[in-house]
């Protein structure tokens, strides 16, 4: 089994900062795409922000230049922090993880979820 437990979230004054952190535990060979993903009640979930186990990333166009994606892998942990943050950003956070594990049918890849954090920006 994989878990991902995030932490982090809050409510915050439109223009401050939160720093999310997302981090995996379980039995697992070895985590690739890590992604922050978000969800406003009513819409489909987002992708906020990516970063391959290399570290290669990339964001949402609504959030380049006030996000940034993070990770240690020797944590399996990711971080978004966030920066210049405006209310349309208000949603729960998701963690996303493709994680190699050894199932029924051998090794092979699936995909987990965290529970999400809330962010709350006030105008």
């Known amino acids: 089994q994989v878990y991902l437990v995030e932490s982090g979230g809050g409510l915050v004054q439109a223009g401050g900062s939160l720093r999310l952190s997302c981090a995996a535990s379980?039995?697992?060979?070895?985590?690739?795409?890590m992604d922050w993903y978000r969800q406003i009640p009513g819409e489909q979930r987002e992708l906020v922000a990516a970063i391959t186990s290399a570290g290669s990333t990339k964001y949402a166009d609504s959030v380049k230049g006030r996000f940034t994606i993070s990770r240690e892998n020797a944590r399996n942990t990711i971080y978004l922090q966030m920066n210049s943050l405006k209310p349309e950003d208000t949603a729960v956070y998701y963690c996303n993880a493709e994680v190699h594990i050894f199932g029924t049918t051998g090794w092979d890849y699936g995909t987990y979820w965290g529970q999400g954090t809330q962010v709350t920006v006030s105008s």
């Open positions: 379980g039995t697992f060979d070895r985590i690739n795409d």
